[in-house]
């Protein structure tokens, strides 16, 4: 039963950080990535990362304050958010899939972060 569980989400104040985790199970991911979902928004990309975790891409939006990394012995994979405002408040999921492009087909239940001002 393939399973990505997100865990991390919290309450922040502007500023501040938090560190997201994504455990996955019972499939060989090839990438990660992760996206968040505002009240009244649209899902919108976050960062992603590629197998070998040398590939990085992150949303201008959070270039610079947000950081993804993977754990593949524990095939975990984080986003440490730092300097947080409170426009990062949202869902943020985890997404994975098999493949090296195309949509993602594995996701996460979502993680709650709220930044206050």
């Known amino acids: 039963q393939v399973q990505l569980v997100e865990s991390g989400g919290g309450l922040v104040q502007t500023g501040g950080s938090l560190r997201l985790s994504c455990a996955a199970s019972g499939r060989t991911f090839r990438r990660y990535a992760w996206f968040r979902q505002a009240p009244g928004k649209e899902r919108e990309f976050v960062a992603a990362?590629?197998?070998?975790?040398?590939?990085?891409v992150y949303a201008d939006s959070v270039k610079g304050r947000f950081t993804i990394s993977k754990d593949n012995a524990k095939n975990t994979v984080h986003l440490q958010m730092n300097s947080l405002k409170p426009e990062d408040t949202a869902v943020y999921y985890c997404?994975?899939?098999?493949?090296?492009?195309?949509?993602?087909?594995?996701w996460g239940q979502g993680t709650q972060v709220t930044v206050s001002s």
């Open positions: 990362i590629g197998w070998s975790g040398e590939t990085t």
């Open positions: 997404a994975a899939d098999v493949r090296t492009f195309g949509h993602y087909d594995y």
